[in-house]
């Protein structure tokens, strides 16, 4: 994630703080029970003031992933109370007052995280690219919003418990470790979450990762009856279909010289256009006519990323691209990536 060498590449900061504050608590509570400290490390318990300051960490982490990335100053802010809070207590500390500071702190915190993960899921005008990517965002957000919220009632509790801390600690580190797990192996089969939804869609080069997105090996919907004669015919030929589209969809000689329809298509492939509309009918979430604007949009991506509007106009770019018109151009760019020509460019130069 840090090293990561894809151009453009931002980096939600706050989930590798996160996940190195994790590992640590972790990795310290091990030697104490392999014998090889005698402690009990609890953050809280420790230094109450360190918990003020994770909290807005797993906030800023959600606002990243779900509104996007904002300016610096701006997430900085959140650390003003516990920079504040931490010098009072240098004079001035009262454990129990702390204790109900950090209750309010931490519930406010996690009520305007709840709502931001409610205007994620109500949320309106999202692009295609988006739409597809929503089901696995949605589901990292939910893995992340229980182990959140597992953490402030554990710390919660904590403080204002009168148990054995060596209980405490363990039963928390035994099950929210089995959730953590979870988390890393979601974490590395969908990539997509890695990098936050607002990098992925505005920034990555798209056409590589528009071959998982674009195509379904396997059947999006079950084959009606008027087709099972298609299906029968080409049933064993579908996944060579598919990866000979994904070689036209990837040449720059076609995607400047043709546009992409059932006719033109067929004539490319050599086989019926009823067989090419069958596969983009079960296997493709896309329309052949959306597909095209797709990959057209794609195509204007990937010259984007090259350079091609340091010498041409958007116009020129769209004409290369084959769209009708700078406004069907920019209207479909909006339509696919959820920015417009513009804003991807400014990006870019960011």
């Not at 770019?317 to 700078?326: D, H, Q, T």
Request: with cysteine; charged share 20%; aromatic share 16%.
């Amino acid at each position: 994630m840090i090293f990561n060498p894809r151009r453009n590449h931002k980096t939600n900061v706050y989930f590798i703080v996160i996940l190195i504050t994790v590992g640590a608590q972790r990795f310290i509570y091990a030697l104490e029970i392999l014998g090889f400290v005698h402690d009990t490390y609890s953050p809280l318990k420790k230094n109450l003031r360190l918990g003020f300051y994770i909290v807005p960490v797993y906030y800023l982490f959600f606002r990243r992933l779900i509104q996007g990335f904002d300016k610096l100053k701006k997430e900085l802010l959140h650390f003003i109370f516990p920079t504040v809070f931490v010098l009072i207590n240098l004079v001035f500390t009262v454990s129990k007052i702390n204790g109900f500071l950090f209750l309010i702190y931490s519930t406010l915190y996690f009520i305007l995280i709840l709502n931001m993960l409610k205007d994620f899921i109500y949320r309106k005008n999202t692009s295609m690219l988006q739409k597809i990517s929503y089901r696995e965002i949605k589901t990292w957000i939910l893995l992340m919003i229980t182990l959140t919220f597992l953490l402030i009632i554990y710390s919660n509790y904590f403080l204002f418990s009168d148990s054995s801390s060596q209980i405490t600690l363990g039963s928390f580190y035994k099950y929210s470790s089995l959730l953590w797990l979870l988390v890393l192996i979601y974490m590395f089969k969908n990539p997509i979450v890695i990098f936050g939804e607002q990098y992925f869609l505005k920034n990555i080069q798209l056409n590589e990762p528009l071959e998982f997105l674009v195509w379904s090996r396997k059947r999006l919907k079950i084959i009606e009856e008027k087709d099972k004669i298609v299906n029968n015919t080409i049933l064993k030929r579908i996944d060579f279909i598919i990866s000979d589209i994904q070689i036209l969809q990837k040449s720059d000689e076609m995607l400047s010289t043709t546009t992409f329809t059932a006719d033109t298509l067929a004539k490319q492939l050599k086989i019926p256009r009823r067989h090419v509309e069958f596969v983009f009918k079960y296997h493709c979430p896309y329309s052949i006519n959306d597909f095209s604007n797709l990959i057209k949009v794609n195509y204007a991506v990937s010259l984007i990323n090259k350079g091609y509007l340091d010498s041409y106009t958007v116009e020129s770019l769209g004409e290369k691209c084959l769209f009708n018109s700078r406004f069907t151009f920019s209207k479909n760019f909006k339509k696919f990536i959820g920015v417009s020509v513009s804003d991807y460019v400014n990006s870019i130069v960011k």
